[in-house]
């Protein structure tokens, strides 16, 4: 995802904020202070089902190894041999699960590169679709550093795969599920030379494409995406291009499940892969933990590594995303969009 909307955004609040400005609003009259933001009014309150059942199970520890696996591969740029060994590894854990191959060359502006999504479907009794992805992909022009994306990319990769582990076997009594390695989610050349949002998001752009035109964006309820929440200090922010009303189901899992002080304390927007399904106008969420070490250090930088990563923040964020599919499934009608 990109650090250059979370610049913008920084800014506006600094602006905003900034005592004495010259260019302060004034408000209109004392009875009719300038409105808040959007994305800063409080979430939006819902009449959700009531709890039911115990909390998700999520094999923790399971997933951490994936991580390490994953990681073990080393960079996995678009075009190297260690992508091609993570897409094979991805495949050797969904063996016996319906999966579906999206494959296909991607221009972009240092070349033609190969792009294979990976989707693994998870039927259910209700007619509808929740997508949780993840992209898998390493940052192109760290391709020659020791960069591994611990938590950008691995972390989520590995919590689907253990979220099809929870999902395999056991029919489910609601909408299907559909988890969704996505690739080359990440810039070709760097950020600061040409804007993320022209350069980046190729394979999760070509399923939503492919999904308009085949009639599945219109079965799908919600899609749900995962990126860099393996942060052992782990502050899920409420981004601001994603369905409020999806969010404040997020929430509630998070609540129900008692991690809630995980979530939401910061907003800020969001250039990642949920933009082309929301713009198609299928709610989405992005959970995403942006600030990643002091001043995100962390981040897009071969400090990336998996000593920085917390099972604990794997389970809660896979909990909730099993949770929110519990809660979705019950919810009838769900919201307009
Ligand atoms: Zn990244």
Redesign the pocket.
């Given at each position: 995802?990109s650090a250059l909307k979370l610049l913008a955004g920084v800014l506006l609040t600094l602006i905003l904020a900034a005592p004495g400005c010259n260019n302060e609003p004034k408000p209109q009259s004392p009875s009719t202070p300038p409105a808040a933001p959007a994305y800063e009014s409080p979430l939006p309150s819902l009449t959700l089902p009531p709890d039911s059942g115990p909390p998700p199970a999520f094999d923790a520890d399971r997933a951490m190894q994936y991580v390490k696996d994953i990681v073990k591969f080393g960079p996995r740029p678009l075009g190297s041999a260690n992508h091609k060994q993570v897409e094979e590894y991805i495949a050797s854990r969904l063996k016996g699960d319906q999966v579906e191959d999206d494959v296909f060359a991607a221009d972009t502006p240092v070349g033609k590169f190969p792009v294979h999504n990976i989707v693994a479907k998870f039927p259910g009794t209700k007619d509808g679709i929740i997508i949780f992805a993840s992209h898998y992909d390493t940052?192109y022009p760290l391709r020659n550093t020791s960069y591994v994306?611990a938590n950008?990319?691995a972390s989520t990769s590995a919590l689907l795969l253990e979220i099809a582990n929870q999902l395999r076997g056991k029919p489910r009594d609601g909408y299907s599920i559909w988890l969704v390695w996505d690739d080359a989610e990440?810039a070709m050349i760097p950020d600061t030379e040409r804007p993320f949002l022209s350069d980046s998001l190729y394979g999760i752009t070509h399923l939503a494409e492919k999904w308009e035109a085949d009639g599945t964006l219109k079965k799908t309820k919600a899609f749900v995406l995962a990126d860099m929440i393996g942060d052992a200090d782990l502050n899920v922010d409420r981004d601001a291009n994603s369905t409020p009303w999806l969010q404040s189901v997020v929430y509630e899992s998070a609540t129900r499940l008692g991690y809630q002080s995980h979530f939401f304390a910061r907003t800020l927007p969001m250039d990642d892969d949920h933009l082309p399904f929301v713009k198609r106008d299928v709610p989405s969420v992005d959970l995403i933990d942006f600030l990643y070490g002091y001043n995100n250090v962390f981040w897009?930088t071969p400090q990336d590594t998996v000593d920085k990563l917390s099972p604990k923040s794997l389970e809660i964020v896979g909990s909730v995303m099993l949770e929110t599919a519990r809660i979705l499934d019950k919810m009838d009608p769900l919201p307009p969009k």
């Open positions: 995802m940052n994306g950008d990319g990440e897009h």
